[in-house]
């Protein structure tokens, strides 16, 4: 699931073709009742890679199962750890928290989303800490090299076709050719990009509270992009 392999449809495109928006109030049971639901998988587990937020959704699931939220999970073992001030708080409002906005028709109208899942999005940072973590590749401050190795390895047999080109996907990361890391998100009106160099000591990092990230200069908030070398 961790690699988008599992061939488990979309929970998000479950929602939308049974007349569910993104303004209707949703919980995590609500996106596991729909993925349980399921008749088919897209594809048999393993064949191909296709980005599905039900993996995640369902890896929440594990950490639940173990008696811990994954936002308590994440912060006890992957924030506080590493001094990121991130959190996972599914639509959360604060006079902090920029309003997320989408194009509408051609005009930028501000977006409340209240889906409450967990697994597949809704951490709450920003561009700088995204750096800080990424630095996390050159480091193995966490994780060590083991946990590096995981998370880049190819889940696919030498000569497999499967993977998107040029990119492959490892364990929730793009990796280039080259051996750059990266990943783009969107979600709610906001979009976020991150890239780490070959030699993972330059990342670059940038946030919109924007569906229309490609042209800032029509959006409330702006793109901030953080160097890091």
């Known amino acids: ?88 708080h599914p639509a959360l409002q604060a006079p902090d928290v920029a309003t997320g906005y989408w194009t509408i028709n051609g005009t930028l109208t501000p977006e409340v989303v209240r889906w409450m899942q967990v697994g597949d999005g809704s951490i709450y940072t920003t561009p700088s800490e995204l750096v800080r973590w990424a ?41 280039t050719p080259d051996g750059a890391f990266g990943h783009t998100g969107g979600w709610a009106g906001y979009s976020s990009f991150m890239t780490t160099s070959t030699d993972h000591h330059t990342t670059i990092a940038a946030s919109c509270n924007s569906d229309n990230a490609l042209n800032s200069s029509t959006g409330p908030g702006g793109l901030q992009t953080i160097w890091y070398d």
Do not use: C, W
Request: aromatic share 8%; glycine share 10%; charged share 15%.
């Open 135 to 175: 630095d996390n590749y050159r480091t193995g401050r966490l994780g060590g090299p083991e946990l590096l190795a995981a998370v880049t390895a190819d889940p696919f047999p030498e000569g497999t076709k499967a993977q998107p080109n040029p990119m492959r996907y490892g364990a929730g990361i793009d990796i």
């Open 1 to 88: 699931m961790i690699h988008h392999t599992s061939g488990i449809p979309d929970y998000d495109q479950q929602f939308t073709t049974s007349g569910i928006s993104y303004q209707t109030p949703t919980t995590q049971q609500d996106a596991i009742r729909a993925i349980a639901g399921m008749t088919e998988l897209n594809a048999p587990p393993g064949a191909t890679f296709e980005y599905s937020n039900s993996n995640y959704v369902l890896l929440a699931e594990v950490a639940a199962a173990s008696g811990t939220s994954l936002p308590d999970l994440l912060r006890r073992r992957v924030f506080d750890p590493l001094g990121l001030n991130m959190q996972l």
